[in-house]
């Protein structure tokens, strides 16, 4: 079955920077659509970004000047390096996946998830 594992997250200053990492596994990677989330505190969940396949990626324009999205296909891991990081960043992020046709993003729905990773930033 399709598991998606983030690791990355921590504590970090203001100004700092993150990189976390969604490992996949049990999916034709090249299939899937992938995406990032996060969910501040007592908050609703909300998108940060996605990429396709081929490695084009669409970021919430709120989070474009700081937050970059991409992929490996061959190690079938996601990635979402986060810079310029603000308190305002502080929630759990998910990664989630959605098998489409040729991989490409169309929207927000996505099938599956991974469990959460904490990025908690200090002033």
């Known amino acids: 079955q399709v598991q998606l594992l983030e690791s990355g997250g921590g504590s970090v200053q203001a100004g700092g920077s993150l990189r976390l990492t969604c490992a996949a596994s049990g999916l034709l990677y090249n299939d899937y659509c992938m995406g990032w989330f996060r969910q501040l505190p007592g908050k609703q969940r909300e998108g940060v970004g996605t990429?396709?396949?081929?490695?084009?990626?669409v970021v919430l324009s709120s989070m474009r000047d700081r937050f970059n999205i991409s992929r490996d296909n061959a190690r079938t891991s996601l990635y979402l390096q986060m810079n310029m990081l603000t308190p305002e960043d502080t929630a759990m992020y998910y990664c989630?996946?959605?098998?489409?046709?040729?991989?490409?993003?169309?929207?927000?729905?996505?099938?599956?998830w991974g469990q959460g990773t904490q990025v908690t930033v200090s002033s």
């Open positions: 990429v396709n396949s081929v490695g084009r990626s």
């Open positions: 989630a996946a959605q098998k489409t046709s040729g991989g490409r993003c169309y929207n927000w729905d996505f099938s599956y």
